[in-house]
């Protein structure tokens, strides 16, 4: 059995697959399908503390905080924004803030979030740094993690990201948007 690299290839009535076949999930960026691998147990790792680190910082406040899988739809300005009519980008961040509840609803966020962190696992971070940061224009700051740094990205005034802040493994995150939300990173590189 060749390897399943599209939606299109699935024979979801006869078909049979082995978990190696399908332990990826899909994002669509411009409209093409991107299949994604799951995620490490380290990256996972990550995640979990970052997102107690989250759920106490926005327990009490009028943001809204997710984790994925939830699903952001992004539209071009440009275009229509319509009820989905014109949605070519979904991606899942791993972790992300949503400020204006206007934009959610059953199916996730519609929009950009105002704070996106993506974990950078070996083998995706072309991906995550370029397909989904140009997809995520309007997203302030984009937190980008990796094993040994974060690099944090904010939107400026003119509407570009600036130059990105390093942040060793040693040191304090410190939110741009989000001032009081400062994160250790050596309480979310956890490790074995």
């Not at 009820?83 to 980008?89: E, G, L, R």
């Not at 509840?101 to 974990?119: H, M, S, T």
């Amino acid at each position: 059995m060749k390897e399943i690299v599209s939606l299109d290839q699935l024979d979801v009535v006869n078909g049979r697959y082995s978990y190696r076949k399908i332990e990826q999930t899909v994002e669509l960026i411009k409209g093409k399908i991107l299949a994604m691998s799951a995620p490490s147990r380290y990256h996972q790792d990550i995640s979990r503390e970052l997102s107690g680190i989250f759920f106490n910082h926005f327990r009490n406040h009028h943001c809204r905080f997710y984790a994925a899988p939830f699903d952001v739809r992004l539209y071009d300005k440009r275009k229509s924004a319509k009820a989905n009519k014109d949605v070519y980008s979904v991606v899942q961040p791993d972790l992300c803030v949503i400020c204006d509840l206007e934009k959610l609803d059953e199916k996730g966020c519609f929009g950009a979030p105002d704070l996106v962190v993506e974990i950078l696992s070996r083998g995706n971070s072309t991906k995550e740094m370029k397909i989904k940061n140009n997809c995520t224009r309007k997203a302030d700051p984009g937190n980008w993690t990796d094993p040994e740094y974060a690099l944090q990205f904010h939107l400026t005034d003119a509407g570009v990201y600036s130059p990105a802040t390093i942040c060793v493994k040693e040191e304090v995150l410190n939110s741009v948007v989000f001032p009081d939300l400062n994160v250790p990173l050596e309480d979310i590189f956890v490790g074995d």
